[in-house]
């Protein structure tokens, strides 16, 4: 009769496969825990505004145009029958792109009472939503952020000339691609020199649509 022998695995044996098994378990987390990354470009929006060239409308141009005339506080607001002064409109500009951004008003043989209502639009010349915030009148550097009655001293003798009432546009959120309307009204106060030429700017700034209102 033939014994048949029992086959022995020695201990060494058996640790080196277990080492083995771990080794390949070991290799294969490390695999699975490596880092993945994205790269990409990321660019930032444009803030712009312009005037836009005209567009804009006012009740006395230069030409064939009776005057206006109102009381202080633009009050009693109606036409004369007769055509002495008129107001020129122009744009300026003062920033990078060569947007117009600034509004230029030429008040010619104007006189006490004389009124004008200015109107004019805006366009979003760039790609992130904004609001008109704020207004600068120059000369003088007079700032305003809400609608409200401002006078001017034109011809730096320490008076005011005339008296603006600005309308309200504060806030208004436009769109890239999009315009919307400001318009404003002029009365001349006395007194000022006969046949005078009163000038004056207004330069308006805006923000991203997400900062307003403004911190205080």
Known sequence: MTLLKKSKTSMPAIVAVALMALTIVGFSYAHW???LSLEGTVTTGKLCAEFE??????????????DWTCDEGFGNIHQLTKNIGYTNITY???????????FKVDMVNVY???????????????????????????????????????????????KADIEIKWGDNFGIQTDPGKDFEISFQIHVLEPIPQDS????????????WNEYPLPP
């Open 33 to 35: 825990s490596d880092t």
């Open 53 to 66: 060239k005209g567009m804009e409308s006012q009740k006395d141009p230069f030409g064939p145009f009776n």
């Open 92 to 102: 300026e500009t003062e920033n990078h792109d060569n947007c117009p951004n600034i």
């Open 112 to 158: 006490p009472s004389y009124y004008e209502h200015i109107g004019f639009w805006v366009k979003n010349c760039g790609t992130i939503p904004w609001v008109l915030t704020k207004v600068t009148f120059n000369p003088g550097s007079v700032v305003i952020t809400t609608p409200e009655y401002v006078t001017l001293d034109l011809n730096g003798d320490g």
């Open 197 to 208: 030429v009163l000038s004056f700017t207004a330069a308006i700034e805006v923000i991203n």
